[in-house]
C-alpha cells in the first residue's frame, strides 16, 4: 500500500508543473486527496484538495493558479500548477483522508490514512 507524489522540478517564474499522486495497493474512489507544502523553515501549507465527489478546495495563494484533478481509472490526482512564482518553492505532499478538512478556511491535514513522499518544486530565475 503506497501513495507516491511525483512530477516535482525547476522551473523559471511563470512557468508550469504538474504533479501526480498515485496510489498502489488501494483505490483512490473514495478517499479525498489533499496537496500540502513545506518550504524551508516555514510551517506545512494546505495547498488544495479534491472531495470524492470532484468538489475542491484551494488556498487563497493558488487560487486561480492551481487546479486539482482526479483520474479514477489511473487511480491517480493530478495538481497542474501554472504561474508559479518563487513563493511556491517547497516540497509537496499528498495525503490521502475520508474528506477534505477544512477549518476556518484553511486546509489542513485531518486523520489521512495515507501520506505520500514528498517532491521538490523549485521556482527560480
Known amino acids: 500500500v503506497q501513495l507516491q507524489a511525483s512530477g516535482g522540478g525547476s522551473v523559471q517564474p511563470g512557468g508550469s508543473l504538474r504533479l501526480s499522486c498515485a496510489a498502489s495497493?488501494?483505490?483512490?474512489?473514495?478517499?479525498?486527496i489533499g496537496w500540502f507544502r513545506q518550504a524551508p523553515g516555514k510551517e506545512r501549507e494546505g495547498v488544495s484538495c479534491?472531495?470524492?465527489?470532484?468538489?475542491?478546495y484551494y488556498s487563497d495563494s493558488v487560487e486561480g493558479r492551481f487546479t486539482v484533478s482526479r483520474d479514477n481509472t489511473k487511480n491517480t490526482v493530478y495538481l497542474q500548477m501554472n504561474s508559479l512564482q518563487p513563493e511556491d518553492t517547497a516540497v509537496y505532499y499528498c495525503a490521502a483522508d475520508l474528506g477534505c478538512t477544512v477549518v476556518h478556511g484553511t486546509l489542513i491535514p485531518g486523520r489521512p490514512d495515507y501520506w505520500g513522499e514528498g517532491t521538490q518544486v523549485t521556482v527560480s530565475s
Open positions: 479534491i472531495n470524492p465527489s470532484n468538489s475542491a
Open positions: 495497493g488501494f483505490t483512490l474512489d473514495y478517499y479525498a
